[in-house]
T-cell receptor, first 109, second 112 residues
Framework: SQKIEQNSEALNIQEGKTATLTCNYT??????LQWYRQDPGRGPVFLLL?????KEKRKERLKVTFDTTLKQSLFHITASQPADSATYLC????????FGAGTTVTVRA | DTEVTQTPKHLVMGMTNKKSLKCEQH?????MYWYKQKAKKPPELMFV???????INESVPSRFSPECPNSSLLNLHLHALQPEDSALYLC???????????FGPGTRLTVT
C-alpha cells in the first residue's frame, strides 16, 4: 500500500508570505491527489484535486503541483492570512482515500 | 444542500451501552464513509458504502456495526465499546468512490 509523507508537522509563517507544503508518496503514482483543510475539532474540507496528467492547479490563493517523476505534490498558499491557519492534509486514492499525517500551518499577523 | 450532517455532536457512553451515530446527506452522493480520527492523527477509514452496499470494511471490530438504510442515510451502531474507541467519528460522502469527499462535522465520542 502507499506510504504518504508530509514532510513538516508544523509550519509557522508571517502574514503575507507564501506557505509551501510537501506531500511525498511511495510506490505507484495515483490517478490523482487531493488536498484537504481541517480546523480543530471539525471535519476535513476538500480544497483541490490534481490529476496525474496535470502539472498545476489553482484556486484563488491556492496552488497545487504534481510531479509523478519525483512522486511529490507541492501545495502553496500565497499571500497567507491568519485565517489560513489550519492543518492541511494530502490524500491519495487507490481503492480508498488514504491521508498523510498533515501539516499544521500557523500564520502570524 | 451541500452539507453532511451528523448527530449527535457529542456522546458519552459506558462500556455496556448501545448507541448509534447518524449521518445524512442530500447531495445525491452514492458513496458514504465512516472514519475514525484520534487526536493529532489523520482520519482512518472504517467503512465504505457504495450504492447502499457495504464495499469496504477495514477490519473494524464487530462492536462497530454500520448500516445504510437508504442513499441519504448512514448509521454506525455501537455496542460494548472500549475506552480506546474514544475519538472523533467522521462521516463523509462523495458522488462516487473516486471523487472528492465531503465530510460532516463529526461526533466526539467518549467511552467511560
Amino acid at each position: 500500500s502507499q506510504k504518504i509523507e508530509q514532510n513538516s508537522e508544523a509550519l509557522n509563517i508571517q502574514e503575507g508570505k507564501t506557505a509551501t507544503l510537501t506531500c511525498n508518496y511511495t510506490n505507484y503514482s495515483p490517478a490523482y491527489l487531493q488536498w484537504y483543510r481541517q480546523d480543530p475539532g471539525r471535519g476535513p474540507v476538500f480544497l483541490l484535486l490534481i490529476r496525474e496528467n496535470e502539472k498545476e492547479k489553482r484556486k484563488e490563493r491556492l496552488k497545487v503541483t504534481f510531479d509523478t517523476t519525483l512522486k511529490q505534490s507541492l501545495f502553496h498558499i500565497t499571500a497567507s492570512q491568519p485565517a489560513d491557519s489550519a492543518t492541511y492534509l494530502c490524500a491519495l486514492y487507490d481503492y480508498k482515500l488514504s491521508f498523510g499525517a498533515g501539516t499544521t500551518v500557523t500564520v502570524r499577523a | 444542500d451541500t452539507e453532511v450532517t451528523q448527530t449527535p455532536k457529542h456522546l458519552v457512553m459506558g462500556m455496556t451501552n448501545k448507541k448509534s451515530l447518524k449521518c445524512e446527506q442530500h447531495m445525491g452522493h452514492r458513496a458514504m464513509y465512516w472514519y475514525k480520527q484520534k487526536a493529532k492523527k489523520p482520519p482512518e477509514l472504517m467503512f465504505v458504502y457504495s450504492y447502499e452496499k457495504l464495499s469496504i470494511n477495514e477490519s473494524v471490530p464487530s462492536r462497530f456495526s454500520p448500516e445504510c438504510p437508504n442513499s441519504s442515510l448512514l448509521n454506525l451502531h455501537l455496542h460494548a465499546l472500549q475506552p480506546e474507541d474514544s475519538a472523533l467519528y467522521l462521516c463523509a460522502s462523495s458522488l462516487r468512490r473516486d471523487y472528492e469527499q465531503y465530510f460532516g462535522p463529526g461526533t466526539r465520542l467518549t467511552v467511560t
